[in-house]
């Protein structure tokens, strides 16, 4: 039987389960090969008509990893011509009035928190706007292709500083949400507005507790108050107990947001989970002992259980991300007191430039492929003739970091065409937390062969882009790999 089937791990290559390959499983009606877990045992045989529950089950490997075998390679390429192709469209998706309307909702909001609880009437107040922005978008003909005007209509709303960041935040995370959740039909597309919701509930509430926070704006802060705002999902979430319309689903997104990326390594930003496992055992303690807390004690249970058996799905794990993603993106392209808002386009690739250590590559695509030209008004970030530097990780899960130039970019941009210039080390630091602070130019090996690299196929494996070289962002690095790209010619 096809089930019992099992073949050694060298065999296999890890498969890139992303929306262009799942529809193109649907579009043509079939499964063109076998698909095996990390273990080299079968998942689902390669048939002809699949079903929706061999869809849902794809998707619930997709943690833990889907392969195939190396040999198929050669046999099987999927085509993503169809995609590459589809245009992008100059409308602009957000009506100015009702963003406004909805930025200043959030304002006054965010004024009456500082002195009272959340409310059920709040609750239903902001499921009902997020909800009409919701309906709005999607029932816009060009909701896939157009683009994300925010920051035209923000930028002259007059709108406080949180409530900016609310609303691009909510407003970015819906767009990437709706555009990445294309594994089904267009028939099928209902039973997902619940969980569209669900995540733009979670990206307006996420930053609601720093309404009772006393914060600095000095941008160089202490440990003691960076321990302070790191408290904000909790104190988020813990407000949110108070309205029994918001769900747990939304609860977990609050109270996770800041936890995009579990790592391997080095590679590593995920905070220690027992600081907030800790912090809730202590609230549930004290709830416990008091009359009329039930549902508070259970949600609070929930998410106990959630946290000490680490018990999640790729569905959680995309959400928890993109509501990061949006959260900075929208952070980056507001005034803050002591900068300037960065302009769309240098928002992502600061983005990019810090993903090593916070986000997977899936969780960059979500943002760079399918929201990202809509955010920049149609101008790519990543160009032919740039320079990037891309990480892969070999076989023993050592990490090797290249300068590439870009030959050709099609329809997604984290997803070039390279040519290897050399390798380079990265400098590492820490403050906070881990990031790359520059790359080490003492430490470069050209690549002779100049090999060629296309991330769009699954030959290029583990290969992703982590940086892209600017000569305003990091003049010193962009000037020294143009002379190492000319002695190389």
Same mark, same amino acid.
């Given at each position: 039987m096809a089930d019992l089937k099992q073949v050694p791990k060298d065999k296999l290559a890890k498969f890139e389960l992303t929306e262009d390959t799942l529809n193109s499983f649907r579009k043509n009606n079939s499964i063109p090969f076998d698909l095996y877990n990390r273990n080299g045992q079968i998942i689902i045989p390669k048939k002809k008509n699949p079903s929706q529950d061999d869809f849902a089950k794809l998707l619930r490997f997709e943690l833990q990893g889907v392969y195939f075998l190396l040999a198929e390679l050669q046999k099987t390429k999927i085509s993503v011509a169809a995609a590459n192709a589809e245009g992008k469209s100059n409308v602009k998706l957000f009506d100015p009035k009702k963003v406004e309307d909805f930025a200043k909702q959030s304002a006054a909001l965010l004024d009456d928190l500082k002195k009272h609880s959340f409310t059920s009437d709040q609750a239903i107040i902001v499921q009902n706007s997020v909800n009409e922005i919701l309906n709005d978008f999607t029932s816009n003909p060009d909701f896939e292709s157009g683009i994300f005007n925010i920051l035209e209509i923000l930028s002259v709303a007059g709108v406080s500083?949180?409530?900016?960041?609310?609303?691009?935040?909510?407003?970015?995370?819906?767009?990437?949400?709706?555009?990445?959740?294309?594994?089904?039909?267009?028939?099928?597309?209902k039973p997902y507005h619940k969980e569209h919701l669900a995540l733009m509930m979670a990206s307006y509430l996420a930053d609601v507790g720093y309404a009772k926070l006393d914060i600095t704006?000095?941008?160089?802060?202490?440990?003691?108050?960076?321990?302070?705002?790191?408290?904000?999902?909790?104190? @988020? $979430?813990?407000?949110?107990?108070?309205?029994?319309? /918001?769900?747990?689903?939304?609860?977990? #997104?609050?109270? *996770?947001?800041?936890?995009p990326f579990r790592g391997a390594g080095v590679n590593n930003n995920f905070p220690d989970p027992r600081i907030v496992f800790q912090k809730l055992m202590s609230i549930r303690d004290m709830y416990s002992k008091e009359t009329n807390r039930e549902r508070i004690v259970e949600d609070i249970e929930m998410q106990l259980h959630l946290q000490e058996n680490q018990i999640t799905t790729a569905n959680r794990e995309d959400d928890i991300a993109i509501l990061s993603l949006a959260s900075e993106y929208a952070s980056l392209t507001s005034a803050q007191a002591w900068r300037p808002a960065y302009?769309?386009?240098?928002?992502?690739?600061?983005?990019?430039?810090?993903?090593?250590? @916070? $986000?997977?590559?899936?969780?960059?695509?979500?943002? /760079?492929?399918?929201?990202?030209?809509? #955010?920049?008004? *149609?101008?790519?970030?990543?160009?032919?003739?740039?320079?990037?530097?891309?990480?892969?990780?070999?076989?023993?899960?050592?990490?090797?970091?290249?300068?590439?130039?870009?030959?050709?970019?099609?329809?997604?941009?984290?997803?070039p065409k390279l040519q290897r210039i050399c390798t380079i080390k990265p400098i590492f630091k820490k403050a906070n937390k881990y990031r790359i602070a520059d790359f080490d130019l003492s430490q470069v090996r050209m690549d002779r062969r100049k090999a060629i690299i296309d991330l769009s196929s699954h030959a290029a494996g583990s290969t992703r882009v982590i940086y892209?070289?600017?000569?305003?962002?990091?003049?010193?690095?962009?000037?020294?790999?143009?002379?190492?790209?000319?002695a190389a010619v």
């Open positions: 500083l949180q409530s900016e960041l609310m609303t691009k935040r909510t407003i970015v995370a819906m767009g990437m949400k709706v555009r990445t959740k294309k594994i089904v039909s267009d028939a099928d597309k704006e000095n941008p160089k802060l202490s440990k003691e108050e960076y321990a302070i705002i790191q408290q904000h999902p909790i104190i @988020s $979430y813990l407000m949110s107990l108070s309205a029994p319309e /918001i769900s747990t689903d939304v609860r977990t #997104l609050i109270l *996770n947001h800041h936890r302009s769309s386009a240098k928002a992502l690739k600061m983005i990019v430039n810090d993903s090593f250590f @916070s $986000y997977s590559s899936k969780n960059i695509r979500h943002l /760079i492929d399918y929201v990202g030209a809509s #955010l920049t008004n *149609n101008e790519n970030i990543i160009n032919a003739d740039d320079f990037i530097i891309t990480a892969s990780v070999d076989s023993e899960k050592q990490v090797h970091f290249d300068i590439c130039k870009v030959i050709e970019v099609d329809r997604y941009q984290t997803r892209i070289i600017d000569p305003e962002m990091n003049a010193p690095l962009f000037e020294a790999v143009g002379k190492l790209s000319k």
